[in-house]
T-cell receptor
């Protein structure tokens, strides 16, 4: 059974700092890994999707890496801004019980202080 | 706007009642999902439909019944509501299912409170 863990559960940084969020998963037979952002009272917004054959994806100040063999992914945020404050969730897609499922971690709550 | 929209945004009801949550997407996706986010913010899949066909049915009580009249709609009906059903329910959609690499698009959630 796939389990996704995100560390730390919460992170507070001053504006302008570069930071890394971590995600680990137990079953390396994944189709893809996705990073989402969730703002309070809102749904999830997809940030980056890394296919199992890829090692990283970049979008603006965000860079996500994937090391499938070790079951790890990182989300790097450069030059953080107060608007980056949100909960960041990692999710992996793999096959379980004959169905493809997206399994989520519990998220890292990021606070960027001005 | 192209989006996943679900209604209502808030739902407060008493134990034992029956309620429905509606979801619609205009993204042209063929796969839709219901997720439940509990008080600890843990997001877990409940159901998934691909082209109106039920694909995933997690260990969810029979009181929960999804219905997909067409590819763009996936509704969730809940019978005999219990206190433990209080949570935020998210609808999502994606393009393709098997082996697909389409990111999920989420609605803004329905906060259900059972009193």
């Amino acid at each position: 059974k796939q389990e996704v863990t995100q560390i730390p559960a919460a992170l507070s940084v001053p504006e302008g700092e570069n930071l890394v969020l971590n995600c680990s998963f137990t079953d390396s037979a994944i189709y893809n890994l996705q990073w989402f952002r969730q703002d309070p009272g809102k749904g999830l917004t997809s940030l980056l999707l890394i296919q199992s054959s890829q090692r990283e994806q970049t979008s603006g100040r965000l860079n996500a890496s994937l090391d499938k063999s070790s079951g790890r992914s990182t989300l790097y945020i450069a030059a953080s801004q107060p608007g980056d404050s949100a909960t960041y969730l990692c999710a992996v897609k793999n096959s379980q019980g004959g169905s493809e499922k997206l399994v989520f971690g519990k998220g890292t709550k990021l606070t960027v202080n001005p | 706007d192209t989006a996943v929209s679900q209604t209502p945004k808030y739902l407060v009801t008493q134990m034992g009642n029956d309620k429905s949550i509606k979801c619609e997407q205009n993204l042209g996706h063929d796969t839709m999902y219901w997720y439940k986010q509990d008080s600890k913010k843990f997001l877990k899949i409940m159901f998934s439909y691909n082209n109106k066909e039920l694909i995933i049915n997690e260990t969810v009580p029979n009181r929960f019944s999804p219905k997909s009249p067409d590819k763009a709609h996936l509704n969730l009906h809940i019978n005999s509501l219990e206190l433990g059903d209080s949570a935020v329910y998210f609808c999502a959609s994606s393009l393709g299912y098997t082996g697909g690499n389409s990111p999920l698009h989420f609605g803004n959630g329905t906060r259900l409170t059972v009193t």
